[in-house]
């Protein structure tokens, strides 16, 4: 069983920067995992933002390309999501996930084949103001 637990979210005005932070907790040393970061704004899809794959790959949605960066710190179980020049578009809920045997984080990013699948945090609101 893996568990996420995020912070981070909170309100900021248009080209501020906030960043995220997910815990990760359970077994995911063994084997393949992708780590990503998704958004759902209200009335939209839930889109993929940001992937990380186990050997350091990373993949950006087209939208976030060049603001946003995802890493992560594997000494604290940790994924993080830096997100700069934030702009009213980026308004969320933004939710980390642990995605079982996927490598391919361009997939996870520019297609909805993962936004069901895997462990999910319980999600964490991005609200930027004009």
């Known amino acids: 069983q893996v568990q996420l637990e995020e912070s981070g979210g909170g ?14 907790s359970g077994d995911t040393a063994t084997g393949s995992w992708c780590m990503a ?20 790959t990373t993949s950006y949605a087209d939208s976030v ?13 940790t994924l993080y ?3 700069n020049s934030l702009n009213t578009e980026d308004t969320a809920m933004y939710y980390c996930a642990a995605l079982p045997g996927v490598k391919n984080t ?9 936004t069901r699948f895997g462990y999910w945090g319980q999600g964490t609101q991005v609200t930027v103001s004009s």
């Open 11 to 24: 309100s900021v005005q248009s080209g501020g920067s906030l960043r995220l932070s997910c815990v990760v």
């Open 37 to 56: 970061r998704f958004r759902q704004a209200v009335g939209k899809e839930r889109e993929g933002v940001a992937a990380i794959a186990k050997d350091g």
């Open 65 to 77: 390309k060049g603001r946003f960066t995802i890493s992560q710190d594997s000494a604290k179980n």
């Open 81 to 83: 999501l830096q997100m």
């Open 106 to 114: 361009y997939v996870v990013v520019a297609t909805k084949q993962y």
